[in-house]
């Protein structure tokens, strides 16, 4: 990794420089919220923002995405193309570049997925520093920064940019399309005040010791009765998570049902019938089995693979919830809860 | 874009998961009221070719504009060139599959997941146990076995079905219940005027088995309530939990990881299973 100095003032040309060549997406006010969406121009990119409605994964995983067309005579595919223009996501907080991460080991593991794949490859990401807001809780996983997964990666230094360059084509972008300089040793430590400002602010972390244990030890707890009594099964959760990949797949046929096209939408575990088969069983029917897994899953089914937990912090699902379920509370409550033996014995 | 080690990717041609090979269906056989056994045979050749499974594994049937349904392949993996699935009238796939003619072609997509540790069980006893449909992914099993007889010690099958008329292959097994080197016993729940073989739940056939609990391998598959109790017996009868395999469904979309779908515990069926030993599965929450 190498590192130049950007002011802020000449930042406006970079982004115009990567229009150039790229769509370029970031985050912009929409209402009292921040949303990822095409700019317009430089003059739209709204760096100061908290947060975004939905995560970056909705331009590598659309919320509806055709996979294929077909031709039903002979049950025949037309084709399998992706839509993957050149595009720079400008602006990606810590949590985020890692949510992608996770993504990846999914997507870009074993049997790749060639559409996410696709995109990834055609977008540069322009990571951002942030400032934690009070749903935050990134600084449990250690996903309040990142090393990984960004070409570019910008540091708020008041009236200057510490850049960090990843990739080979983020330093050709900066030297094309923008004034910048080499840092020097007192940048460094600028960099590093401001990195330890950051970090002071946060709460005390979540603790999460041992939850992996925890899931399975105190699986039976009525914690997870009333929470499923909370929960609405609405699935807004997994919508705005950066880490939820799950998906469903339908095929459309055209009016004359000569062909159609199959297409794949974002799918959530909280939504009834997602683990119900064919002969009537379901086997997660009741509310509180669907919370609970979704729990089990990001925090223990995903790290059981990949040695992370399935969540970054970014405090989105708090946001979302209408039932006020989020997990800083829910892990809390789970660290302190009864197991279900307990309770009888009371 | 670069990948979590650091270094830029180089653009690769990916193999498209999702994509089904065409598969002609070449023969059809009506097993029961609502279960049909049919083979195919994949179109292109080099897909043909390629394609190898082991029994317990599935491949995803794909009906374009209907959508997909994971199948177990019922067929020895000897059995090249031809892949045969028994399936039963569920819904929207398996009943598109039900009203297609020998000759229609399907999309087909696999094989898929963990099967049954078929060269781990050589030189063993094996004891099958099959609860209704559950017999079609063990069916691969008993094929596989059949071919190489010699390999293995005694074999015992125990298949219980609601009805004599719901008994997939019951030609077939009947006469097995006179070979010597299959040791085959077909129960029902309900018996009707055609029945003169056992009646009552597959587990009351343990009492009328005898295991070697050293040198044995169990195989389960069948309705969801059907694997605690067969694994009670199996138990009792002191077969080690990790020589006890079990075969799961679930709902089921991708195949590969990826939809989230078949989540039992920790694990993916699709991938991890759909064959778990009993040791794997009873450290899953939910799985039985
Ligand atoms: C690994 C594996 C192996 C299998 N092997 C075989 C096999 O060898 N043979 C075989 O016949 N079957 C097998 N199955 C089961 C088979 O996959 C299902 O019967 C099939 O997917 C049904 O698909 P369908 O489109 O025909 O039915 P669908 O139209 O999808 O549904 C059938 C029924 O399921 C229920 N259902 C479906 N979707 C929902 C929903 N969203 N909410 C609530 N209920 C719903 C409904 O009651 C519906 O009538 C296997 C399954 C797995 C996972």
Redesign the interface.
């Known amino acids: 990794m190498f590192f130049r100095m950007i002011d802020k003032d000449r930042l406006p040309d970079l982004v115009r420089g990567l229009a150039a060549e790229f769509e370029v997406v970031g985050p912009v006010a929409k209402g009292d919220s921040f949303v990822y969406a095409e700019l317009e121009g430089p003059g739209d990119l709204r760096l100061d923002f908290d947060s975004t409605l939905l995560p970056p994964k909705e331009w590598f995983m659309p919320p509806r995405e055709r996979i294929m067309r077909f031709a039903t005579a002979d049950n025949e595919v037309v084709d399998c193309e992706v839509d993957a223009p050149p595009r720079v996501l400008f602006g990606v907080h810590p949590c985020d570049v890692n949510g992608l991460q996770l993504m990846d080991n999914v997507f870009l593991g074993d049997r790749p997925d060639p559409y996410y794949k696709a995109r990834r490859e055609n977008t540069l990401i322009v990571g951002v520093n942030c400032q934690p807001s009070d749903t935050c809780f990134c600084n449990a996983w250690g996903t309040d920064e990142t090393h990984w997964g960004f070409d570019i990666f910008l540091s708020d230094l008041g009236p200057d940019y510490f850049v960090s360059v990843r990739s080979v084509k983020g330093a050709e972008l900066i030297d094309r399309h923008v004034e910048s300089r080499e840092i020097t040793h007192q940048d460094t430590r600028r960099f590093q005040e401001v990195t330890a400002r950051f970090k002071a602010s946060f709460p005390e972390p979540l603790d999460t010791s041992q939850l992996p244990l925890l899931l399975d030890a105190k699986f039976d707890s009525p914690v997870w009765d009333e929470l499923g009594e909370r929960c609405l099964s609405c699935g807004a959760c997994s919508m705005v998570c950066p880490t939820c990949y799950c998906f469903d797949v339908k095929d459309v046929l055209d009016p004359d049902h000569a062909g159609g096209e199959r297409v794949r939408v974002w799918d959530s575990c909280m939504f009834r019938d997602f683990a119900a088969v064919a002969h009537g069983a379901n086997f997660r029917e009741s509310r509180s089995s669907r919370v609970k897994y979704r729990y089990y899953h990001k925090q223990w089914g995903y790290l059981s693979k990949f040695e992370r937990v399935l969540c970054v912090g970014c405090g989105r699902c708090t946001r979302a919830c209408l039932a006020g379920i989020n997990p800083p509370e829910v892990i809390a409550a789970l660290q302190g809860a009864m197991s279900r033996e307990e309770v009888a014995a009371e | 874009?670069?990948?979590?080690?650091?270094h830029?990717?180089p653009?690769v041609e990916?193999?498209?998961?999702?994509?089904?090979h065409?598969a002609r269906i070449t023969s059809i056989v009506d097993l029961t009221d609502n279960e049909k056994l049919f083979e195919l045979r994949l179109i292109d050749e080099e897909s043909r070719a390629e394609f190898s499974h082991s029994a317990g594994q599935f491949v995803e049937v794909?009906?374009?504009?209907?959508?997909?349904a994971p199948i177990s392949i019922s067929s020895a993996p000897s059995k090249q060139g031809f892949i045969e699935l028994c399936v039963?009238r569920?819904?929207d796939v398996?009943g598109a599959l039900h009203d297609m003619r020998c000759g229609d072609?399907?999309?087909i997509r696999g094989p898929f997941g963990r099967g049954f540790p078929f060269e781990q069980m050589k030189g063993s006893d094996v004891l099958l146990v099959a609860g209704g449909l559950g017999i079609a992914p063990l069916k691969s099993l008993i094929n596989h076995i059949h071919d190489e007889r010699h390999a293995f010690g005694n074999v015992t099958i125990l298949y219980g079905s609601r009805t004599p008329s719901e008994i997939l292959f019951r030609r077939q097994f009947e006469m097995w219940q006179h070979r010597d080197d299959f040791d085959m016993v077909l129960t029902v729940d309900q018996a009707d005027e055609t029945w003169t073989g056992e009646v009552g739940l597959v587990t009351k056939l343990f009492d009328r088995i005898d295991v070697d609990p050293s040198n044995t391998y169990g195989a389960i598959c069948g309705?969801?309530v059907m694997y605690k109790y067969v694994i009670a017996e199996m138990r009792k009868k002191s077969i080690d939990a990790d020589r006890i395999y079990v075969s799961f469904?679930?709902?089921m979309?991708?195949g590969?990881?990826?939809?989230?779908?078949c989540?039992?515990?920790?694990?993916y069926a699709c991938?991890d299973g759909p064959v778990f030993n009993y040791w794997e599965a009873m450290n899953l929450?939910?799985a039985i």
């Not at chain 2, 990916?14 to 089904?20: I, L, S």
């Not at chain 2, 989540?263 to 694990?267: A, C, D, I, T, Y």
Request: aromatic letters at 4%; charged letters at 25%.
């Open positions: 874009m670069i990948g979590i080690d650091g830029v990717h653009e990916t193999v498209n998961p999702y994509r089904p065409r794909s009906i374009f504009g209907v959508g997909e039963r569920a819904g398996t072609i399907i999309g309705p969801p469904e679930r709902r979309k991708c590969v990881g990826k939809c989230g779908h989540g039992v515990g920790h694990q991938v929450q939910e």
